[in-house]
């Protein structure tokens, strides 16, 4: 298989992993605008995506191992071994039986205790399973790309990295939908958000102590959930323009839309975050040595996204932050990016000691490792191996 059939089976499973996602959003939004928050059956029309894209990825990922099912077949050499058996996409086929276990657990718990309400209707054990399998499924392109630097290289373009954003933005739709009630895009129902206090509520301290720190709490952990992977994506490669932005605005655009885009022009504020990201790397061009790209990228997009982000909620919304929560929400989020970009990207090591200027010889391996630029040296194909740490 060359580069070109492998981009195209990644793209597909990409793409199949969106109709997936798809599902799993179109599902909240019915159990949220529809039915009051309740969790209500397992057979509506709303899940008739969710369960389509779930068997489709699953029927493509089970199709992509022949050797799983075909007398004769054999796998391929660069396939990884899970349990001693070799797998193209194996996060993907460790997903799947992790979600059986979470679909069978789920059906057993619902008749031992009813249907979950509020958090808990998210949160649930079994749910947390069914989130993890969905995660190993549509996660199978971006690990796909990350092992196989000769047809992923650490420097491309947008085009040829596509399949492994797509599933970086999906699986980044998946944890946010887990954290749905702490996400800054939504409203969740029936807590109350800063700026819409009911009047008969607002002389209560306690009432609008709660909805302030709600407020923040959903900014930074939003904050969190979208730089993380990015950083997660910059330690591989040296991301084109316009993946920032793909990541923000996907998962903006996704959260947004599970409460009928009740807060949709924060979308706006994500875009404005995606472009700031996407400009700083562009001009900066951060590598391993020269990582003041991170940190300024880390630093200036949580001010850019969350100052547009509040100022959209007064402009189109009319809800107004006390001015000093939101000036030291937007400072603490820049500064929760900024030490996340240390512990994602972490500062050159110092050269060791030399006499004369050459390595001693018991440092010449730190040399190499700490001279070694991130996202090099692995090896291994498209689904395979891990021979050689990315």
């Known amino acids: 298989m060359g580069a070109k059939a492998i981009w195209r089976e990644d793209l597909i499973t990409s793409l199949l992993a969106m109709l997936l996602v798809s599902g799993l959003f179109l599902h909240g939004w019915s159990h949220i605008k529809l039915q009051n928050g309740v969790l209500g059956e397992f057979l509506t029309v709303w899940h008739a995506v969710l369960y389509t894209g779930f068997n489709a990825t699953a029927i493509w990922v089970v199709t992509r191992n022949p050797h799983l099912y075909a007398r004769g077949a054999k796998p391929q050499p660069y396939f990884h071994p899970i349990l001693g058996i070799p797998l193209r996409y194996p996060l993907a086929i460790g997903g799947l039986a992790i979600a059986t276990v979470g679909l069978l657990g789920d059906v057993a718990w619902h008749a031992a205790f009813g249907w979950e309400t509020g958090i808990a209707r998210v ?58 009630w702490l996400n800054a895009f939504l409203d969740w129902t029936p807590s109350i958000i800063v700026g819409r206090v009911p009047p008969e509520l607002a002389s209560d301290g306690r ?9 923040a709490a959903r900014i930074l952990i939003t904050n969190l959930i979208l730089l ?24 903006g655009f996704a959260m947004s839309a599970l409460t009928s885009f009740d ?10 975050g995606g472009l700031v990201a996407d400009g700083i790397i562009d001009v900066f061009q951060p590598d391993a040595e020269h990582p003041m790209g991170y940190r ?8 850019a996204l969350w100052s547009a982000y509040l100022a959209v909620l ?7 932050w006390p001015f000093d929560l939101w000036l030291g929400t937007t400072f603490l989020a820049a ?6 970009s240390y512990v994602a990207i972490a500062p050159v090591v110092p050269a060791p000691a030399t006499e004369g ?18 996202g090099e040296g692995a090896s291994g194909f498209a689904g395979g191996g891990e021979s050689g740490s990315a």
């Open 228 to 251: 993380a992977p990015l950083f997660l994506g910059l330690r591989r490669w040296r991301l084109p323009f316009g993946s920032a932005t793909l990541l923000f605005v996907g998962v």
């Open 357 to 374: 200027g050459i390595p001693l010889p018991e440092d010449m391996e730190h040399t190499v490792l700490a001279r070694k630029p991130v």
């Open 123 to 180: 949160i649930a054990p079994f749910h947390l399973l069914l989130f993890a399998g969905a995660a190993g499924l549509v996660s199978a392109p971006l690990r796909s790309g990350w092992y196989a630097p000769r047809y992923y290289p650490s420097t491309a373009s947008l085009r040829t990295l596509l399949p492994p954003l797509l599933s970086l933005t999906l699986l980044t739709c998946v944890v946010s939908f887990m954290f749905q």
């Open 296 to 303: 300024v990228m880390a630093g200036v997009t949580p001010l």
């Open 314 to 320: 007064v402009w189109f919304y009319g809800i107004q």
């Open 263 to 272: 807060l949709g022009a924060t979308v706006f504020a994500a875009l404005v």
């Open 335 to 340: 500064i929760s990016g900024l030490l996340l």
């Open 207 to 215: 009432v609008r102590g709660a909805a302030e720190a709600a407020g």
